[in-house]
């Protein structure tokens, strides 16, 4: 097996352990919520997409700290690491959404045929409160996209500059974006988005999270295979 076929095996071997977990928590979930929906005929409404987002972002630190230096150790070059790691988070996006709307359209069956009355909030309902399986599918691409690239980033940011220089940076952007909220129209904010079409907006923050995603590209195609210290 060579460093390339090795690299991907690596990460996709990782990636399928945190799709499983991830994964089983929320099919559990959903045995939970009909199992009461169903024994003691009530009528609510929760949400199971937390742990697949939790899945996501679980990969996307875990795997880029822990595998990086290993990937490295056996061969592979940072950036088959780097093309690996990427096309391995695309496959596991894919894969969690698919298995979340599964469970949905199972659910949506039940509550179609009567059996239970659970009702799971999906961002898709920002949409339309009216269940369209391609249009909830892939609002949620989107925003799996986008918790992946917010989850990268700033773990690859907090490798390169240490965690002295990561806070630093963490609370200057903090402090810009709270000075924004502050002295901006709040109101004027919240009309914007309620005009916006929410299929374009949600297709905007997932291509903000690609952009994310592969910014960190440059930063690690020569990077240590050491995190710097907590002193740097």
């Known amino acids: 097996m060579n460093a390339v076929k090795g690299t991907n095996r690596l990460i996709r071997d990782d990636m399928r352990l945190y799709l499983m977990i991830f994964s089983s928590i929320a099919l559990m979930l959903t045995v939970v919520y009909l199992a009461i929906g169903f024994i003691f005929d009530v009528s609510y409404a929760t949400q199971l997409f937390g742990p697949m987002y939790g899945g996501i972002c679980a990969f996307a630190i875990g795997g880029i700290i822990t595998l990086f230096p290993v990937a490295i150790g056996i061969g592979s070059t940072r950036v088959q690491f780097m093309k690996s790691f990427y ?8 894969g969690t959404m698919a ?47 986008l918790v992946l690239g917010v989850s990268v980033f700033p773990t690859v940011c907090w490798m390169r500059l240490g965690l002295r220089n990561f806070f630093i940076m963490f609370f200057g952007v903090s402090l810009i974006m709270t000075l924004i909220v502050v002295f901006a129209d709040f109101g004027e904010w919240m009309r914007w988005i309620a005009s916006v079409n929410m299929m374009t907006l949600f297709t905007v ?15 690690m195609k020569n990077a240590p295979l050491t995190m710097k210290s907590k002193k740097d």
């Open 205 to 219: 923050l997932g291509v903000i999270g690609g952009v994310l995603l592969l910014s960190t590209y440059p930063m």
């Open 87 to 94: 096309m391995n988070s695309l496959w596991m996006v894919a």
């Open 99 to 145: 298995i979340l709307h599964v469970a949905y359209f199972l659910i949506h069956l039940l509550q179609e045929k009567g059996i239970v009355d659970v009702t799971l909030y999906q961002p898709g309902m920002l949409y339309s409160s009216e269940y369209h399986f391609l249009s909830y599918l892939w609002i949620d691409l989107m925003c799996g996209f």
